[in-house]
């Protein structure tokens, strides 16, 4: 599906949840190839799931793009992974080529997701104004920096990581070092929980 051809190079191929996370965990990991992507299945029957697997990710590295893949459409699931962190949703059935522009869109700050999920995760949202935490979010304890504020701003608007660059004339490593900086500070795992925050508490 992916080949250096395709700009892409395979960093790592895990059978299961466990040894994603124990390679994510593991301090060699530092020297391997970057982790710009994952392409994560939901349906992982290991001990962990895919739903944890990623929570577990993104709190080790949030700037990696965690793109959950399955066959599963059901609004809830899509939900949880989405609370987990997952930048993105995609069924298995997509084209080998079409998860080739998911795997760019989420490494460009995107948020890929098939029609399908999409008309579903709507719907959700709509019906039942769902939410990640039971809990109101509370206001961060350490104050934003002008940029960040910036770059939270334009993230709300629904901005790409390379759209919030050009915007701010940053390179997009600079970008990232912002995110990675305003999740620590939110206590937040995406910019779905970022923006929803930030809008709560006039952060922006």
Not at 60 to 78: G, R
Not at 118 to 135: E, H, I, K, N, Y
């Amino acid at each position: 599906m992916f080949g250096y051809s395709d700009g892409f190079a395979i960093a790592g191929v895990f059978a299961t949840a466990v040894a994603a996370v124990d390679a994510a965990l593991a301090p060699e990991h530092r020297l391997s190839p970057r982790w710009d992507v994952v392409f994560m299945d939901i349906g992982l029957s290991d001990p962990l799931g895919g739903i944890e697997a990623t929570r577990r990710i993104k709190a080790v590295m949030p700037d990696t793009a965690v793109v959950m893949l399955t066959v599963f459409e059901n609004p809830q699931t899509i939900m949880a992974a989405l609370c987990a962190g997952a930048d993105g949703y995609v069924l298995k059935k997509s084209s080998a080529r079409a998860l080739r522009e998911h795997a760019r869109e989420a490494i460009d700050g995107g948020v890929p997701m098939t029609a399908e999920v999409a008309r579903a995760t709507v719907d959700l949202v709509r019906r039942f104004g769902a939410s990640c935490s039971p809990r109101a979010p509370t206001a961060p304890q350490r104050p934003l920096t002008n940029r960040e504020r910036e770059v939270l701003r334009l993230m709300a608007e629904g901005k790409t990581y390379k759209e919030v660059g050009v915007g701010l004339d940053i390179a997009i490593d600079t970008v990232r070092t912002h995110v990675r900086r305003l999740y620590r500070k939110l206590e937040v795992n995406n910019a779905r929980e970022a923006a929803a925050l930030a809008f709560q508490h006039g952060l922006i």
